[in-house]
């Protein structure tokens, strides 16, 4: 398996709000993305990353499992929006993948996305959006709490997944992540895919993972 990660903060804001996770040899990765109109979205998608990292999920972990790491980073972004009035209402989308040989288990909140490029270069969306348009219904520290989506996909050799943020998602359009998604190593994959997110305006902040299986 090969793993490629980036993150960008784009021409226009003023600070990368976007996180990820790659830990390698664990089989776990996952982009989060700061809430925008929420204050304090870094620390946020920061907060919630560290938790992840901190949870003990690996590819071994079971579904249940996935979810309640999940849980628990929603738990740690509430907690330390506590800490600090300042930080209020800050709250943070996440897609977390574990790896486990054939199959991947992915989990999600928000508007962050998983995509899979079968092994007949066919790209597939996992994930649904939780929210349209900037308006997420759900997230990590929102007080309504969350409930993650769960998806499990079979990855056979050859095929390609990619975790990203809306700043990948908005800018470039389904064929052309997939064209891009499939072209090189996961390394030139991942450049590419942010390259053409920049080109395009680069707007947001851009974050992407990519696994070759
Ligand atoms: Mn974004």
């Known amino acids: 398996m090969q793993l490629a990660a980036r993150t960008e903060v784009g021409h226009v804001r003023s600070r990368n709000e ?40 690996t590819a071994a972990s079971s579904a249940d499992e996935l979810v309640a790491a999940l849980q628990t980073a929603h738990d740690a972004v509430a907690a330390a929006a506590d800490e600090d009035p300042s930080r209020a209402g800050m709250a943070t989308t996440a897609v977390v993948a ?8 992915v989990a999600h909140v928000g508007d962050s996305r998983a995509y899979l490029l079968d092994a007949a270069g066919r790209l597939h969306q996992i994930t649904r959006d939780h929210g349209m348009g900037g308006y997420i219904t759900q997230a990590l520290g929102l007080d309504r709490g969350v409930d993650p989506d769960l998806t499990e996909v079979a990855t056979p050799p050859g ?22 998604l499939g072209a090189g190593d996961a390394e030139a994959a991942c450049d590419a895919l942010v390259e053409a997110a920049l080109e395009r305006g680069g707007i947001d902040n851009v974050t992407v993972v990519v696994a070759v299986l």
């Open 98 to 105: 574990t790896l486990a040989g054939s199959t991947a288990r």
């Open 159 to 180: 095929a390609r997944l990619l975790l990203c943020s809306d700043g990948l998602s908005n800018m470039v359009d389904a064929a052309e992540i997939g064209a891009l």
């Open 18 to 57: 976007d996180a990820l996770l790659v830990a390698a040899e664990d089989g776990v990765v996952a982009v989060f993305d700061g809430l925008g109109g929420h204050p304090s979205g870094d620390v946020a998608s920061a907060t919630a990353a560290a938790s992840l990292r901190e949870s003990g999920l």
